[in-house]
């Protein structure tokens, strides 16, 4: 990436890195020194700032689904969120449920990752036979052998007692195959 | 004496510095990577934080409350923005806009900022010391607290705005599954790409332009919306 402090302004993504401690020393000093002067930089950040609180309240309104990450879990652990995880073998399934207090529901399914290069995630209902749900491209660590997924839990918190299949699929240029299937008994 | 120079850092980014030491404001990098002055000293002297510390300094001590006001008003929520940064925190970040503010408008009543027109680097120099003092459990920023809280005015700040989080997370639905996950891993708690392209597999570049290409599409999003909404 080129210059990003220039013509007396610092571009957005330079205030992005700078917000999240992507700049080095040099770069947060000089950007620091900048909007003690710059009300015009200091108005972009506040944007960065706002988008960034307004992810985190949406997450943590149980607004959004996400594949997450484990250190990920482990930070709304550390942060005192109730987080609920379900491990799910290769092709097993599980029964689950919402217990009084969980802020968060984790789903891990293990899954034979190596050599793959892109995944997708279909998701089916019994509630709603005919109609499946499909990620495209979900991001996962080829080293790992788990994709783990956050549901959005204002949508779980709604549902009665249901079955729940989640199919990852391996695509490439010949094609998709199935990596797994999960199949979760939810008790509502 | 110092010079001005650009530097592009690991990241990327290119940054100003002074060789020597210290910063000043005058200067920007350009595109080539050399170094425009984009303020002279006179500009700067000319500017409303140096006049306000000036007519600060040069009244009796406490006598120019209009001019502590409006000083306080442009620099506070600068202030306020350093501590976010580097605090993590917003009631820390508060407190430190608080600290700083009443520090400076102390050293300007007593005649005890050597430039007054350098009133801005003086505050940036305390939010820097400020903040390493914080990091340190230091108890000064109370007791300082406790003596200028009362003076100090605290309407007309300009505050980040709150943004309705349905409409984020609308907007978050309409992303692509990578953009979501990263922007989430991201902001949840500050993550830099480096952490979080270990945890999910990617190169700290690419979950950069990711995070990017996110920001930029949740950013339009909210915003069409916000307009949309008015």
């Given amino acids: ?188 | 004496m110092v010079e001005p120079g650009c530097v592009v850092n690991g990241a990327g980014v290119t940054a100003i510095f002074l060789r020597g030491g210290g910063h000043r404001w005058p200067y920007a990098c350009r595109v080539d990577g050399t170094v425009t002055l984009t303020a002279n000293d006179a500009t700067l002297a000319d500017s409303p934080e140096a006049q306000l510390a000036r007519a600060i300094a040069a009244a009796p001590d406490g006598g120019a409350r209009d001019a502590e006001a409006r000083l306080y008003r442009l620099l506070a929520p600068r202030v306020r923005r350093y501590g976010q940064r580097h605090l993590r925190d917003d009631h820390a970040a508060d407190d430190l806009m608080q600290h700083v503010m009443a520090l400076a408008i102390e050293k300007l009543r007593a005649g005890q900022v050597d430039e007054p027109e350098r009133i801005v680097s003086f505050v940036l120099g305390t939010c820097r010391l400020s903040v390493i003092d914080l990091k340190r459990g230091q108890q000064r920023r109370d007791e300082l607290l406790q003596r200028h809280a009362d003076e100090l005015p605290l309407a007309d700040l300009h505050i980040a705005p709150r943004l309705d989080h349905l409409r984020v997370a609308h907007c978050l639905e309409r992303l692509a599954e990578r953009e979501r996950a990263v922007l989430v891993l991201s902001f949840y708690d500050d993550q830099s790409a480096d952490a979080v392209g270990r945890s999910l597999g990617l190169s700290a570049g690419n979950v950069r332009v990711i995070r990017h290409r996110g920001l930029d599409k949740l950013r339009r999003c909210v915003d069409a919306g916000a307009r949309k909404a008015a």
Wanted: glycine letters at 6%; aromatic letters at 8%.
């Fill in chain 1, 1 to 188: 990436m080129s210059v990003n402090i220039d013509a007396g302004h610092v571009e957005r993504d330079a205030l992005l890195d700078y917000w999240l401690g992507d700049t080095d020393a040099a770069a947060t000093e000089a950007i620091d020194a900048h909007l003690m002067h710059c009300d015009a930089c200091g108005a972009r950040l506040d944007e960065v700032i706002a988008l960034a609180r307004g992810v985190r309240a949406a997450f943590d309104h149980g607004e959004v689904q996400a594949i997450v990450s484990a250190p990920f879990v482990e930070r709304l652990q550390a942060a005192g969120r109730q987080v609920h995880e379900y491990r799910v073998p290769h092709n097993g399934s599980v029964v689950c449920a919402l217990a009084p207090g969980d802020d968060q529901l984790i789903s891990r399914l293990d899954a034979p990752l190596a050599g793959v290069t892109r995944v997708d995630a279909e998701f089916a209902f019994s509630f709603a036979p005919d109609s499946v749900e499909r990620m495209e491209d979900i991001p996962f660590d080829p080293a790992g052998a788990e994709v783990l997924f956050a549901p959005k839990m204002s949508f779980v918190r709604q549902l009665s007692t249901h079955d729940f299949v989640v199919r990852l699929l391996a695509v490439d240029a010949a094609g998709e195959r199935e990596l797994g299937r999960y199949t979760f008994h939810h008790q509502g």
